[in-house]
């Protein structure tokens, strides 16, 4: 069971670059996220997902984009990268409930993104 | 929306101490609270959650308590080892629509041998 694979662990990339950060889940989870992890800021919500086809922002949204066209997927777009976008990202999944239970979020390995 | 604060930062213990950490949350409808932790270079991994209809539940050396009429929780970790040393996270949310946890800044355990 893989559970959440991210690509690839680690990254540099030259300011103005775009790329593209995958993720992909295996337990038909509906809900999906991504993080960025900053020293002293915790895990900071970009953009999640609550099924394919539907996507929203998070805590600090821009300068990225997401699509969902499967369930299995969650790609995280950079589209023009900054140093300020120099981090660690998380993609996490869970099921998506609407009785009185929540289930775990499961994370990804993580990506390590350096812009110089 | 959700605000979660949690303290302290960084905790520092000897080997075989216990270790504290706390959260509040601001929301009242939130109802489930799980713990995190992350090792170096992992992402973060579940260890134990609560939900709102329990007050405390453990698991071997790991314990959570849920005060809901104070909207805090803890994480309590007792006969501290050094694999124990990590970046905890706690995190609240609330059942129906969409499922967005908030997450804690996160706790630096140390425990030193």
């Known amino acids: 069971n893989a559970g959440v694979t991210q690509t690839p662990k680690f990254q540099v990339l030259k300011t103005g670059q775009s790329m593209t950060l995958q993720c992909a889940q295996d337990?038909?989870?509906?809900?999906m996220s991504w993080y960025r992890q900053d020293p002293g800021m915790g895990l900071r919500l970009i953009h999640y997902s609550v099924g394919a086809g539907i996507t929203d922002q998070g805590e600090v949204p821009n300068g990225y984009n997401v699509s969902r066209s499967t369930t299995e997927d969650f790609p995280l777009r950079l589209l023009s990268a900054a140093p300020s976008q120099t981090s660690v990202y998380f993609c996490a999944s869970s099921f998506l409930t609407s009785g009185t239970r929540n289930t775990e979020a499961f994370f990804g390995q993580g990506t390590r993104l350096t812009v110089v | 929306g959700e605000n979660v604060e949690q303290h302290p930062s960084t905790l520092s213990v000897q080997e075989g101490d216990s270790a504290v950490i706390k959260c509040t949350y601001s929301d009242s409808a939130s109802n489930y609270f799980p713990w995190y932790k992350q090792e170096l270079g992992k992402g973060p991994q579940l260890i134990i959650d609560i939900r709102s209809n329990v007050g405390e539940k453990k698991d071997q050396r790991i314990a959570v308590t849920l005060n809901k009429t104070a909207k805090h929780f803890s994480l309590h970790i007792t006969e501290t080892q050094p694999e124990d040393s990590a970046v905890y996270f706690c995190a609240a949310s609330k059942a129906g629509g969409s499922y967005i946890p908030t997450f804690g800044r996160g706790t630096s355990l140390i425990v030193h041998p």
């Open positions: 337990m038909n989870h509906e809900y």
